[in-house]
């Protein structure tokens, strides 16, 4: 059996769901009351934040729809939030409620632009492939419809002559 064929957008989701989870968890923590991490603890964050990005990239692409992009933001977010607890620092490992809801908001938000970048990409992907590759486009020659000069209303006729078609008169 063959592996499943990833869709095109993989790994720009793969990326943004990575860089989210990161700005998201530090943006968390910091009006959760926490301190600034240190190297250690960004150190930590950072490898698990590549990690969601890596697996989220590498989804079969049956999970590639809004449910499954809710659940990767959602529980990268749970795992940049219990990397963070991991250090020493003054931060509880269970999320407050209010927190919870600005993760909840977060996430929903996220994966709306997500979803549009995604759709967004695979348009350009299809224009720039089209540009690139320079292949001739057939044009297609505007038909010319034979208007007659005879007009069933006379007063027709004579009002489309009268219309000016020049301009205002030009500064010598």
Known sequence: MY???????????????????????????????????????????????????????????????????????????????????????????????????AHALATAICALLIASAERIFESLVHVWHLVVRGEPQSISTPTHSHVSSHHANPVDALLRASISRRGPPVRV
């Open 3 to 101: 592996p499943a064929r990833r869709a095109s957008t993989a790994p720009l989701r793969g990326s943004a769901v990575g860089a989210l989870v990161g700005a998201l968890a530090i943006a968390a923590h910091g009006v959760g009351g926490g301190e600034v991490p240190d190297s250690a603890t960004l150190t930590l964050l950072l490898v698990t934040c590549g990690g969601v990005g890596a697996m989220t990239t590498y989804l079969p692409t049956r999970f590639h729809g809004r449910l499954g992009l809710v659940a990767s933001l959602g529980l990268g977010q749970l795992a940049a939030h219990y990397a963070l607890t991991l250090t020493d620092h003054p931060h509880s490992a269970g999320p407050a409620l209010p927190m919870f809801a």
